[in-house]
């Protein structure tokens, strides 16, 4: 019996909640391949010994900068406990990683990853890729100005693809996702009692509901922009009922990138049937993929010139393309609730252990 052991913080954040549900939800699975995970919290942790230690980056999120003596002491307990050490870097961006980790881990794993490996040697503006873009591209500069760290071979080669944030309830109840987790031992089927028909009528033409505020100006571009072009406020924010009814009648779903590129809106387009329109995602590897070009979403350029202009194009065509949000729910059931999805995440977690 392989044994892994995840440990998390208790605060339990959103990222982390959706990283450590298949884990919760499939251990039958898991133990059918004689694979023990146990989830464990950071705050009162008392460490066996395990095959495997996966540490959620959030564990020590907040003093990663102030007191990383702390930091280094829990990593030379945790290599006492086991021979592998693996960091779980649940951060929205593919880009945004801690170079300083790195020495105390056997693997750094990432939700998403650059399929350019060789642009991780370089220096991102902003620590994003998508922020790099606007301030080369657009000339936006943040008020904090950072810079990504260089990673060297021996670094790039740690570098390695874990899943992503798709693992949860995306809908009415997700508030509730730890709890359905904890206490049902099910959270992903729950999916299965509000998926949306794409080709039920649908009178709303554009799904349009994100903010740009509190973001640094690099990120907060593209949003500011789409919301201008289609001259919408959402300074009063909806309920969740109003939301996802709104979304249930919607035809379109614009989705931009926020603190990462991947955003829980994508998934909550593919159950409620909306076409997902987002910036080009060709750039990234993640697992399982549900972002393929022109089957499961429509791209749009970074720069946005593409989206105006095709905005009527949409409208006009949309029998034609609602086949593209048809396609994207039924791959997106096939890794939650199809007989195989336990599976299917096993191998997974196996090719990344092996």
């Not at 076409?275 to 749009?300: A, C, E, G, Q």
């Amino acid at each position: 019996m392989t044994k892994i052991t995840f440990i998390t913080s208790k605060k339990l954040f959103q990222n982390s909640i959706f990283f450590f549900t298949p884990l919760m939800v499939w251990k039958d699975f898991l133990l059918q391949e004689n694979i023990f995970v146990e989830i464990m919290f950071y705050e009162n942790l008392k460490l066996d010994h395990s095959d495997f230690i996966f540490i959620d980056s959030k564990v020590h999120k907040d003093i990663l900068d102030s007191n990383f003596e702390k930091v280094l002491r829990d990593f030379e307990h945790l290599k006492k406990k086991s021979k592998y050490i693996f960091y779980c870097d649940t951060g929205d961006s593919s880009c945004w990683i801690e170079k300083r980790i790195f020495p105390l881990v056997d693997k750094y794993l990432k939700c998403q990853l650059l399929k350019d490996k060789n642009l991780y040697k370089t220096k991102m503006y902003g620590k994003k890729i998508n922020s790099d873009y606007y301030y080369r591209n657009n000339d936006i500069k943040d008020s904090q100005e950072i810079w990504s760290d260089e990673l060297s071979d021996q670094e790039i080669n740690k570098l390695d693809l874990s899943w992503n944030i798709f693992f949860s309830n995306h809908n009415y109840l997700s508030p509730l996702n730890y709890y359905m987790v904890k206490f049902l031992n099910q959270n992903l089927i729950f999916n299965q009692l509000f998926y949306s028909n794409p080709h039920t009528k649908r009178t709303n033409d554009f799904f349009v509901k994100f903010s740009n505020k509190n973001y640094y100006p690099t990120i907060g571009w593209q949003r500011k922009k789409i919301l201008e072009m289609f001259k919408i406020d959402n300074s009063n924010k909806l309920n969740k009922f109003n939301y996802f009814n709104l979304m249930k009648n919607s035809k379109y779903c614009i989705s931009p990138f926020g603190w990462g590129e991947i955003a829980i809106r994508d998934f909550e387009c593919f159950v409620n049937g909306c076409v997902l329109i987002k910036p080009d995602m060709s750039h990234i590897r993640t697992w399982p993929n549900l972002f393929i070009s022109n089957l499961t979403y429509i791209p749009i350029k970074w720069d946005l010139s593409d989206l105006k202009k095709n905005i009527e194009f949409y409208k006009g065509n949309y029998p034609s393309l609602v086949n593209i949000a048809s396609e994207a729910q039924k791959i997106y059931k096939s890794h939650t609730n199809n007989s195989n999805s336990g599976k299917n995440f096993v191998k997974r977690l196996k090719d990344i252990i092996s």
